[in-house]
């Protein structure tokens, strides 16, 4: 792991391997860690939870649930941990529960099915925040889903392509742009102050979505999204390195 690395470049501190976890599938994404649990998670829908005590004596981590996720393999699968309850974004949100007492991890709810998510869910107090891509829908989804009730609290899109050229108002003398979702943006011409020649540029004022979306909006959720696939791999192996100072998590 890089923590690792840097601990091993410092004088007087030495890092050895004390533990390996062997995990069908491959690791693409940093284990997910909240205080002294760990959350792996492979591409074949493998998830386990690790409590790590770093200590100078046996072995530092003990599984305490685990898991398969149905659904594709070979799939980059994002983790949340928070507590007793965690998130895995891959083609649908999910949450679980941590059932430490029973080693089990107990699913709650799903939102987003069918949908591409590009990176791991953050926790924003009562919420967590999430940016995907839909089939057939241009553009980023971000979205705040109150993590209790599954309320989606609000959603915008960024990043939408524009929908055709550049338009001028003669009578406002602003440029006008209209997304694909239907956003609309204006620019207004000013002179800069700051300079002492004339210069002519463009301030861009806030955008705003129109009433009307664009017709290219779907209609049907049934499309999926192409994943990101990773060269197959079967096996992978969890390790755990440990420092005079701190253990660490990392992954072969």
Known sequence: MQS??????????????????????????TPAV???????ATDRGV???????PTEKGNQLKEIAGRSIE???????????QGGQFFIADIQLSKFDVVGSKGQL????????NCGFLQAPIAA???????RRKANLPGVLVAAIRIEDQVRSWETIVAAPPAGDLALNDQTKKLVAVTAMGGLSNW?????KASPCSMRRWSRSSPRI???????????????LPLPRRKERRESTFSIRATRRRATAGWA
């Not at 909240?34 to 792996?40: I, P, S, T």
């Not at 107090?125 to 940016?131: F, H, K, L, Q, S």
């Open 4 to 29: 690792s690395a840097a601990a091993a470049d410092k004088p007087g501190i030495t890092v050895k391997q004390v533990q390996q976890i062997p995990l069908s599938g491959r690791i693409d994404i």
């Open 34 to 40: 909240d205080g002294n649990r760990v959350l792996v």
């Open 47 to 53: 998830v386990k939870v690790f409590d790590l005590t």
């Open 71 to 81: 659904g594709s393999e070979n799939v980059v699968r994002y983790a949340l941990l």
């Open 106 to 113: 107990v699913p709650k709810w799903i939102e987003d099915e």
């Open 125 to 131: 107090g009562p919420v967590v925040i999430t940016a």
């Open 188 to 192: 207004t011409r000013r002179t800069s």
């Open 210 to 224: 129109c009433r009307r979306r664009s017709a290219r909006s779907p209609r049907s959720t049934k499309a999926r």
